[in-house]
């Protein structure tokens, strides 16, 4: 018995990549299809965006992608669920390093807010359309987004104190 979504590279009628990801169907958007897909899916019973992460590929760009997806230096993927009947279902599209930019699912799945400014403030990908793209975990004036796999180590000097108790 084959495990669901297990035709690896299958085209979709509309031109989007399938794949399979330990029995989850993975769907592989190109970057200007990938708001109007995640749209038809909310329309098709996928009404939770459970997470939306991005991750730097800059010293890994030979990953595991089925044929037919280029791979870039950025990658989002998102994880969608459907709580009528229950699916999963993940989306991942690959954001260019020059073009870091993504359309926001906000208006689509408003809790994806937070999520998208994270991506931004960790790793530099802007998401057009969004309501307040500002950074959330770091302080506004800093330089430079952390998590990109090229950013210096040890820009921030780490301040100890004393342990509780002692003197």
Known sequence: MS????????QRADGVIVGSS?????????????????????DDGFEMCVDLCAVDYLRHP????????????FEVAVNLLSLSDPRRLRVRVQVPESDPELDSLYDVYPGTEAMEREAYDLL???????????????PEDWEGHPLRKDYAIGRVPVQFKEAPGRR
């Open 22 to 42: 330990r029995g989850q169907q993975v769907l592989f958007p190109e970057r200007a299809r990938y708001r109007s897909l995640v749209e038809e899916l909310r």
């Open 124 to 138: 530099g990908i802007r998401f057009l359309g969004h309501p307040d793209l500002t950074r959330i975990l770091l």
């Open 3 to 10: 495990e669901p979504g297990a035709a690896l590279a299958a």
């Open 62 to 73: 030979s990953r595991s992608l089925p044929a037919g997806v280029a791979p870039e230096r």
